[in-house]
């Protein structure tokens, strides 16, 4: 089993800045990646950042320049670092991880909420 929790979500005004958390836990040989994905009400589940254990990235275009995904492999963290926020960024932010070995594996999701 693997546990993943999230942090860091919130209300924001636009402009405004949140920094999202996701620290994994359990039993897991090693991870390919972790990273993020969001889902907003009547909408499908959408990439948001993804990093490979290598440490590269990979960015929806409607985030990139905005948001930054970082990863301190020791602790099993990932971290999402959202500036500029716009009132389309609202959703749930759910953060994933994908082991070396096995399916992916998901939180429960963090609310942002960014008011216009």
């Known amino acids: 089993q693997v546990q993943l929790v999230e942090s860091g979500g919130g209300l924001v005004q636009a402009g405004g800045s949140l920094r999202l958390s996701c620290v994994a836990s359990?039993?897991?040989?090693?991870?390919?990646?972790m990273g993020w994905y969001r889902q907003a009400p009547g909408n499908e589940r959408e990439l948001v950042a993804t990093?490979?254990?290598?440490?590269?990235?990979n960015y929806a275009d409607s985030v990139k320049g905005r948001f930054t995904i970082s990863r301190v492999g020791a602790k099993n963290t990932v971290y999402l670092q959202m500036n500029s926020l716009k009132p389309e960024d609202t959703a749930v932010y759910y953060c994933?991880?994908?082991?070396?070995?096995?399916?992916?594996?998901w939180g429960q999701g963090t609310q942002v909420t960014v008011s216009s």
């Open positions: 994933h991880l994908d082991p070396a070995l096995g399916t992916r594996w």
């Open positions: 359990g039993k897991f040989f090693s991870i390919n990646a």
């Open positions: 990093i490979t254990n290598g440490g590269s990235t």
